[in-house]
Every structure is written in C-alpha cells, then in structure tokens.
C-alpha cells in the first residue's frame, strides 16, 4: 500500500515550512547536546550570574562594618573568586579593551553581548592595566572588583544563545540548500533541458510533469503551449502545402499554353516568369519540408559528409576544396547537416569563383567554416539574412540569386543541432559562413 503525503507537503509553499520546522527541532536538540559538550570541556564563566553575584555582595557589603566587611569579603573568596575592595578611583583609567584580548571573546561580545541586568559598573566591558574586571558599586567612595581569567573567553551565556545559534544556521544553510537543489534547481535545470531540445513539431510532451506542484503545473503549462504552437505550425504548414500544390497544375497549363505563342520575345518572357515561379514554389515547398526536425541524432563521420559535398560541387565544375581532419566522428543528425552545409556552399557558388571548407576542433565544439571570394553581406544586414524570404539582391548584385529560404533553412538545422551560426567578414574580401557544433550531445 502506497503511502500518500498530505497535499500541502507537495507544494513549495508547504515544503519551506517542513524544512524551517525540521530546523527548529534539529537546532533544539542539537544546539543543547552540543552546550552541554563544550561546557563540560570548558569552564565557560557566566558573566550575568557573575554581575548578579557582585551586586548581590555589593549590597551586603553596603550595610557592614569595616571589620563584617573583610569577613564578607574572606567567605566569599572561598569558591575561587577573586573579589577584592578598590575605591572609586580605581576605575579612573578603565578601558574597554585590552591589546591581550583574544579576537574570539571580542567577537563573541560584540555580536552576543549579555543580558542588561544587572549591568555592572562600568559597563560589561571594563578593563584595568589590560585585566578584565566586573565592578560593582559598594558606596559612594569604594567599589568591589572581580578579576576575571584572561584565557575565558567563552561566555555561558553566550555558549547558550551561541550554539543555538549556530546549529540554526548551519541545519537552515544545510536544509535549504538540499532543498533547492531537490525541489528548485533541478527540476528547473530539467525544464530548460527539454526546452533547449525540443521542437515544434507534434509528439510527445518534451516537459517531464514531476515534482513540486508548482513545478508541475509550470511543466504541464509549457507542454500545452509546445501542443498550441505545433498545432498551429502545422496548421500552417498544412495550407501552404496545399496552396503550393494546387498552383503547380495552372502553372503547368501556363507553359503548355506558353511554349505555343509564336513570338519568340514574347515566349521566352513567359517562360522565364514561369520558371521563376516553379522555382519559388519548389524551394517554398523544400523550406516547408521538417523532414530534419524528425530526423534522429547518430554518430558519424563529420569529415566524410563535407568531403562528400565539396566532391560534389567540384565535379559540377566549381571551385570548392576541403580542408581539415580526415575524421571527426561526433553525435548530429547527418542528412540535417549535410543539408545545411549544401545550402551555403550553394549561396556561395552563385556569388564566388571558389570556396574553401575547413573543418576544425577546440576540443569541444566541432567548427565549419564556409569561405568565399564574393562581395560579402554588409553588417548591418547579417541578421536579417537569416529570415526566411529576406533578399540580398542589391548587395549580392544578382536579381535571380534565389528567393532567401537558403539560409532560413541552415539556421533552423543548426539551432535544432543547439549549434550558432555566424556570417563574418573574410580578408581581404569575401564571407565566411561559421557553424559551431557540439562534439557531445546528451
């Protein structure tokens, strides 16, 4: 039989109260075992029952004779005191510390100074030729000093507050720490994993509903907007497919119907429009593909698959070399990247005479740079590349240069690899096109 916690010990609310009430109990059981420890091993003076015991003996002293005196004085001596008559100007050069006073038994008064009654002449702090003493007043012209040892620094009283203290602080540094971790931190840390790996594309909920109820309720939120904004996605995509496709047979009667114009200017203009458009259906049709947002993560030869891709870019007659390692295997999703990788060996080929791949490592990431020879993407309009249908025609100086779904592509494989894309300037002219990849993924 499953044992089942009251509902408030699974909220964050209700699990703080749990741990600062463990706190008390541990720091009142702990705190008086470990009093009762150190005061066995030390003889911790009591500065307050000392102070009461003086001016008790004060007053005593106060009512007798100059003879009851010196015998009030002897039985009181008796325990181990070190009580003595000084007069007034005794405490003519007290201070409030000593250059001998050990930093601990400052520290300790200063941040647990005693009670405030009775407080003793002088105050709690009083130090005479660098001994520490506790006066109290007998009558106008004497007072009766106590010598306190010099190597007592811990106070019982400061012992008792001090150790509860302590215990309070450390159990509550202890608990809450664990408990951030346990209830806080890690389920986060989980949450901004599944969301770094996740896509828009239906299936399973990427968000693990466990934990704290906050935690669940913010999971089982997050996988509910993951479902809205694939549904819509896909809604979307579903109608620019459909669109696509049913353009491609009027299209197809308009080059039937164009190839039997008889002018010849006239012929060539209309099948130069229609090409254009197929074309921009096809690569509408190809960037609306997410086939690479399905595919899975294996290990593979990295270097192989762009060796394989300047290949074939050389046999079609362009300049396209590789360079780097003869083997790189890493954790990626190959026919992904190799798409991504054509894509921009693709843009650069329309605006170069050669391009140059190079494959290198830091020790944790796997970097491909593409370099061209062209005229480069000016700075300011490097990001907006990246968007799909964003046209560098004036900049690029080719009006049929494509319909700017090229890089849109590469950056969404590179971000689904949790990769960065950068475009930077190449010397002394030319872009080089930066993927950073990394070489283990979890």
Same mark, same amino acid.
Do not use: W
């Given at each position: 039989m499953r044992l089942r916690l009251p509902r408030w010990t699974t909220t964050i609310h209700g699990q703080i109260t749990a741990v600062i009430f463990a706190c008390l109990i541990i720091a009142f059981v702990i705190g008086s075992t470990l009093e009762r420890w150190v005061r066995n091993e030390y003889n911790a003076p009591d500065l307050e029952a000392m102070s009461a015991r003086i001016s008790a003996i004060a007053s005593v002293l106060a009512e007798a004779t100059a003879e009851e005196r010196k015998v009030v004085l002897a039985a009181a001596n008796r325990g181990g005191q070190a009580l003595s008559l000084r007069p007034l100007s005794?405490?003519?050069?007290?201070?409030?510390?000593?250059?001998?006073?050990?930093?601990?038994?400052?520290?300790?008064?200063r941040l647990l100074p005693p009670e405030d009654w009775p407080v003793p002449f002088g105050g709690w702090r009083t130090f005479v030729d660098g001994k520490r003493v506790l006066a109290a007043k007998v009558d106008a012209h004497t007072l009766v000093v106590m010598e306190l040892q010099p190597d007592s620094f811990l106070r019982n009283d400061a012992l008792r507050f001090g150790s509860n203290y302590l215990v309070a602080t450390v159990t509550l540094i202890i608990l809450f720490s664990v408990f951030a971790v346990w209830a806080i931190t890690r389920p986060l840390r989980r949450i901004a994993s599944s969301a770094m790996k996740a896509d828009i594309s239906v299936g399973s909920a990427p968000f693990e509903e466990r934990g704290s109820v906050e935690i669940v309720t913010l999971a089982r939120a997050l996988n509910a907007m993951q479902n809205r904004i694939s549904t819509m996605v896909e809604a979307r995509t579903r109608m620019l497919r459909g669109i696509s496709h049913d353009l491609r047979t009027p299209l197809t009667r308009l080059r039937l119907r164009a190839e039997r114009v008889k002018e010849q200017e006239v012929r060539e203009a209309l099948l130069s429009d229609i090409e254009r458009i197929d074309r921009l259906l096809k690569e509408s049709l190809g960037y609306l593909r997410d086939n690479h947002q399905q595919e899975a993560f294996q @290990?593979?030869?990295?270097?192989?698959?762009?060796?394989? &891709?300047?290949?074939?870019?050389?046999?079609?007659?362009?300049?396209?070399?590789?360079?780097?390692?003869? @083997?790189?295997?890493?954790?990626?999703?190959?026919?992904?990247?190799? @798409?991504? &990788?054509?894509?921009?060996?693709?843009?650069? &080929?329309?605006?170069?005479?050669?391009?140059?791949?190079?494959?290198?490592?830091?020790?944790?990431?796997?970097?491909?740079?593409?370099?061209?020879?062209?005229?480069?993407?000016?700075?300011?309009? @490097?990001?907006? &590349?990246?968007?799909?249908?964003?046209?560098?025609d004036a900049a690029r100086g080719n009006p049929d240069a494509g319909f700017?779904?090229?890089?849109?592509?590469?950056?969404?494989?590179?971000q689904g690899h949790g990769g960065k894309l950068e475009l930077l300037d190449r010397r002394p002219n030319g872009l080089t096109a930066t993927i950073t990849l990394a070489l283990s993924r979890a």
């Open positions: 005794y405490f003519d050069d007290v201070t409030t510390s000593s250059p001998d006073e050990p930093l601990v038994q400052v520290a300790i008064d @290990r593979a030869d990295l270097a192989s698959i762009l060796q394989t &891709v300047c290949d074939e870019f050389a046999d079609m007659g362009h300049k396209v070399s590789y360079s780097g390692p003869a @083997r790189m295997v890493a954790n990626f999703k190959p026919l992904a990247l190799t @798409r991504a &990788v054509t894509n921009l060996c693709e843009n650069g &080929v329309k605006f170069a005479t050669k391009l140059d791949v190079e494959l290198r490592t830091d020790g944790r990431h796997a970097i491909i740079d593409v370099m061209d020879n062209g005229p480069g993407i000016p700075e300011e309009y @490097r990001s907006r &590349v990246l968007e799909p249908f964003f046209k560098m700017g779904l090229g890089l849109s592509i590469v950056t969404e494989i590179i």
